[in-house]
Nanobody, 128 residues
């Protein structure tokens, strides 16, 4: 069983920055896509962005383009979500998710059902 462990998050003011991380300890774990989702109170889970296993492609939802960046550090088995110019609307619980099933994803999917492993979630609260 693969465990994705998240860290980061917290309470910030609008305009501030935060970086979330998602790590796994198993060096043999491989994934095709690692993505970030979020769920705000009273709303459905929302795709934030994703990165292909080789880092060659990233994809973001429109509301975070230009503000959020996903990158990875293979040596640390970690994927990061750097969030800049945060807004109150970014307030949510953020989850990382890995697509690591027998049939690899060829595109960065926004459908959460296409992902196999999930982090524990981390709260991000942005005050006005």
């Amino acid at each position: 069983q693969v465990h994705l462990v998240q860290s980061g998050g917290g309470w910030v003011q609008a305009g501030d920055s935060l970086t979330l991380s998602c790590s796994f300890s198993d060096d043999t774990f491989t994934y095709s896509i690692m993505s970030w989702f979020r769920r705000a109170p009273g709303k459905e889970r929302e795709f934030v962005g994703g990165i292909r296993w080789d880092g060659a492609f990233t994809k973001y939802t429109d509301s975070v383009k230009g503000r959020f960046t996903i990158f990875k550090d293979n040596a640390k088995n970690t994927v990061y979500l750097e969030m800049n110019s945060l807004k109150p609307d970014d307030t949510a619980v953020y989850y990382c998710a890995a697509a690591a099933g027998p049939v690899p994803l060829v595109r960065i999917e926004s459908n959460w059902e296409r992902y196999d492993y999930w982090g524990q979630g981390t709260q991000v609260t942005v005050s006005a």
